[in-house]
């Protein structure tokens, strides 16, 4: 059974950078696609970003997109997403977790599966 561990998340000012990690442990992760949701509180979980298991293939939440960067360490076993200029409306509490289908890329949280525990992000303005 794969586990995913985030870490990472912080309070932080507008304008700042983050950078968080999740741990993969228990499963072989270059087989693993990966995503990034996020959670506020009042609000539905939403898609951030998602990386395939080669790594070819990214996608992107657009509210994100051009901000925030998915990348992954097969060595490592970690996925990182590396978030610039953050505003307030990125504080949620993030979370990684696995893609049934490694090679495909979704938005959809019902695709994916061992979600981590999530790590909180706060912006203040």
């Known amino acids: 059974q794969v586990q995913m561990v985030e870490s990472g998340g912080g309070l932080v000012q507008a304008g700042d950078s983050l950078r968080l990690s999740c741990a993969a442990s228990?499963?072989?992760?270059?087989?693993?696609?990966l995503g990034w949701f996020r959670q506020a509180p009042g609000k539905e979980r939403e898609f951030v970003a998602c990386?395939?298991?080669?790594?070819?293939?990214?996608l992107y939440a657009d509210s994100v997109k051009g901000r925030f960067t998915i990348s992954r360490d097969n060595n490592k076993s970690t996925v990182y997403l590396q978030m610039n200029n953050l505003t307030p409306d990125d504080a949620a509490t993030y979370y990684c977790?696995?893609?049934?289908?490694?090679?495909?890329?979704?938005?959809?949280?019902?695709?994916?599966?061992?979600w981590g525990q999530g790590t909180q992000v706060t912006v203040s303005s």
């Open positions: 990386i395939t298991r080669s790594g070819s293939r990214v």
């Open positions: 228990g499963g072989t992760f270059s087989t693993l696609g």
């Open positions: 977790a696995v893609n049934r289908i490694g090679w495909a890329v979704s938005r959809s949280a019902v695709e994916y599966t061992n």
